[in-house]
């Protein structure tokens, strides 16, 4: 500590400073005259100023201009230091100052009592320097989580490419900078332009004409061996080169004097090879390989590779896709010309063969056994034509259904009769199973008709003599068809509806190892030289397609101890506005308006069945009206919230109880449950849940809600009629 003249403080001059030279900060104590009068170590020390010439005590405004000559305050910062002495309102207030050196002061400047000014001067640097450290890594990680949201929202990849580039080119001081993409084979590869940029300093300094010959150059690519990226892209290594402009492999149309350091990058793909490049041109006196944004680089080249890669396989996918559309258009045109080749000849085979049959005399056996073959032979090759045209349209999505109301058990009876004459041949035993819940159906029955057949057929082909096939048509539940062999992984809802079509044979039966050639077109089990059952494989496909078309599956049963079982599953829900005959003729989605049918079962009050499914309606109907119920139907949610909120409704007409499925269109059945519970008039109503939520813990949800009990779908019916005597304290009935 230096002073020239008394103090004001009562401190011994040694005392003085001792403290004054171990405070941190630079101190300085000017007078009334702005002379300094002391000053610590520190501040000598960080001007560089010699203790002689401050002991001359220099005036404040002389100290400034020797800092200013120094360079280490620009005359700029002079002048606002001289100001802030000056004003009143900023005494003690911190002025922040940035010398030329990098260093960052703040500069607080206090009256004294003797009209004096104490400067204390803070050395922030270390400080500042954490802070722009903090906050260019904050810049870099929003980089990196920019480019992130680029690639996963955007397809673009030339706006990717700018994404990174921008940034790259501003945080590393680059005149230039550009992504290029390497395209091609071996040695006819060529380094194409994705994006670049060049800064105005650089067109200012160097003029459009010397840009535009760049751009020129990497508009036309660089062709395989030319330049030093193809080094980057055999290596894998990044490149840096300090002259690039004398570079004995610099490609001639970029050796331009304004091009100071190099630096090019690899763009790596999954597979490590390099599939482009990355090149800035770096201004700044730090060398692009001591750059701290190493790791910006190498994440914006990874980021650049995987939406290069994604780019081109979406490019490879669109040119197949035109080639695809391309090759089923040809497909088309040549299956059109071949049936309508094909047809002319079969129509005269079948047509004279019918009138030969006609014209030839019964005596003549070997004659008509002759001409009956070449009937069944061009049958069978228009059979052919005809399933090929049919599995083409549905691919093709030119094949329309023709839904109609249709008898399932008449639509039956009929395929049997049709294939009755192929089952004597071979002595077989053919049955019909019938489920009488279910008869008319929306379907196209031609279609249909032709599924039906199919299986028949392949039941009545691999089925040895005196063997035996069944049809059967049940009622079922999606939960039945988890079990069974599908040839598609489509989502099965347990509680939908279907019309299960099977053909259970006694034949030869399919090996576990063959089950995934099912379904195929022109697939079969047994396609060697040597086999003995004839066919194209085309029947499964087509009774598959034809399926699909009603949205529904096909499956083939699992674990059967002889032969096979292949079903047709039609969901019913597709079909709900059919009303099944079953029914009982309720009004459907009116509110209560009074007592239903007179019923001694429950003291003439119905049972209120909230179901959407129509088949579902049915089948409970069916059940509950054969024990003596009433029964009341409502098919949504909203309905129900009708209902309950309905004038019409009293004491009197309120059920004995309700069933509630609680998968409903509208309001789910637990909010239900939830708002009959808080109604006054219809909380004390029993209620059932009626639902395919199996999982655990769906009864503690449903009861939780306020069930008086749960149920789940496929119905034991055994076990629902027995909660529902109890609920409703009703006897079983006679």
Request: one cysteine or more; glycine letters at 6%.
């Amino acid at each position: 500590m230096h002073t020239f003249e008394n103090s004001t403080w009562d401190i011994e001059d040694d005392e003085q400073a001792l403290i004054l030279n171990r405070v941190g900060d630079a101190i300085a104590l000017f007078n009334a005259e702005r002379r300094l009068t002391l000053f610590n170590d520190k501040f000598r020390e960080m001007f560089d100023l010699s203790a002689d010439w401050l002991s001359q005590r220099p005036q404040l405004a002389d100290i400034l201009d020797r800092l200013v000559a120094k360079s280490f305050w620009s005359a700029e910062q002079r002048n606002q230091v001289m100001a802030h002495c000056d004003e009143p309102t900023l005494q003690n207030q911190a002025m922040p100052l940035q010398q030329a050196n990098q260093t960052y002061l703040e500069l607080l400047v206090t009256n004294t009592s003797n009209q004096g000014q104490l400067f204390i001067l803070r050395d922030l640097t270390r400080e500042r320097q954490s802070q722009l450290q903090l906050a260019g890594e904050v810049h870099r990680l929003r980089f990196l989580l920019g480019l992130t949201e680029k690639l996963q929202t955007s397809d673009n990849l030339e706006e990717i490419g700018k994404f990174a580039l921008n940034y790259l080119v501003e945080a590393m001081g680059a005149a230039f900078g550009d992504v290029k993409v390497v395209s091609g084979q071996g040695k006819n590869r060529v380094a194409g332009p994705l994006t670049n940029q060049i800064s105005g300093q650089f067109i200012a300094t160097y003029g459009k004409p010397a840009i535009a010959a760049m751009e020129t150059v990497l508009q036309q690519g660089v062709k395989y061996g030319e330049g030093l990226l193809w080094d980057v892209v055999d290596t894998g290594k990044p490149m840096f080169v300090e002259n690039y402009a004398e570079h004995p492999k610099s490609v001639p149309g970029f050796r331009h004097p304004g091009i100071g350091q190099l630096g090019i990058f690899p763009i790596p793909s999954a597979d490590g090879s390099i599939i482009g490049v990355v090149t800035l041109e770096s201004r700044t006196l730090q060398k692009l390989q001591e750059a701290p944004q190493q790791d910006m680089l190498l994440a914006a080249c990874r980021t650049l590779g995987a939406a290069i890669e994604r780019a081109q396989s979406q490019e490879r996918l669109q040119r197949i896709n035109r080639d695809l559309e391309q090759a089923s258009r040809l497909k088309s045109e040549f299956l059109a010309s071949m049936s309508h080749e094909l047809r002319t000849p079969l129509n005269s085979i079948l047509g004279f063969s019918e009138l030969m049959l006609k014209q030839l005399p019964e005596d003549a056996p070997r004659k008509i056994g002759h001409v009956k073959a070449i009937r069944r032979s061009g049958q069978h090759l228009l059979n052919l034509i005809n399933d090929i045209l049919d599995l083409s349209k549905i691919e093709s999505g030119k094949f329309e259904l023709d839904l109609e109301n249709v008898s399932v058990q008449n639509l039956c009876r009929e395929c049997l009769s049709m294939v009755q004459p192929r089952a004597d041949r071979k002595r077989l035993l053919l049955s019909l199973e019938l489920d009488y819940r279910i008869d008319r159906v929306n379907l196209d029955a031609r279609r249909v008709r032709q599924m039906i057949i199919n299986l028949l057929s392949n039941a009545i082909k691999f089925t040895p003599e005196k063997g035996k096939v069944r049809l059967s048509v049940t009622l079922a539940y999606g939960s039945q068809l988890l079990d069974d062999f599908r040839p598609d992984d489509s989502t099965v809802n347990v509680s939908t509806p279907y019309l299960c079509i099977a053909v259970t044979d006694t034949g030869i039966g399919i090996p576990p190892e063959k089950r995934n050639l099912l379904f195929r077109p022109f697939q079969q089990i047994d396609a060697s030289l040597t086999r003995r059952h004839e066919g194209t494989g085309l029947g499964l496909a087509l009774t598959k397609r034809l399926a699909e078309m009603h949205g529904g599956t096909v499956s083939l049963k699992a674990n059967t101890a002889v032969g096979s079982t292949f079903a047709i599953w039609l969901p019913l829900h597709e079909m709900r506005h059919v009303a099944p005959p079953s029914a009982a003729p309720v009004a459907v989605n009116q509110p209560l308006s009074g007592p239903a049918s007179d019923c001694e079962a429950c003291n003439g009050q119905a049972i209120l069945v909230v179901e959407d499914q129509p088949y579902n309606q049915a089948l409970i109907s069916e059940v509950l009206e054969m024990e003596g119920f009433a029964v009341d139907l409502v098919s949504d949610g909203h309905a129900m919230m009708a209902t309950m909120n309905s004038e019409l409704v009293t004491d009197n007409s309120l059920p004995c109880l309700i069933l509630m499925d609680v998968q409903l269109p509208g309001v789910d059945g637990l909010t239900l449950i939830q708002s009959l519970r808080q109604h006054p008039l219809w909380q004390s109503v029993p209620i059932v849940a009626v639902t395919a939520m199996a999982m655990p813990g769906d009864r503690d949800r449903c009861l939780a809600a306020g069930a008086d009990d749960y149920i789940t779908k496929p119905i034991d019916f055994d076990l629902l009629l027995q909660k529902t005597r109890q609920l409703t304290q009703t006897p079983a009935a006679d």
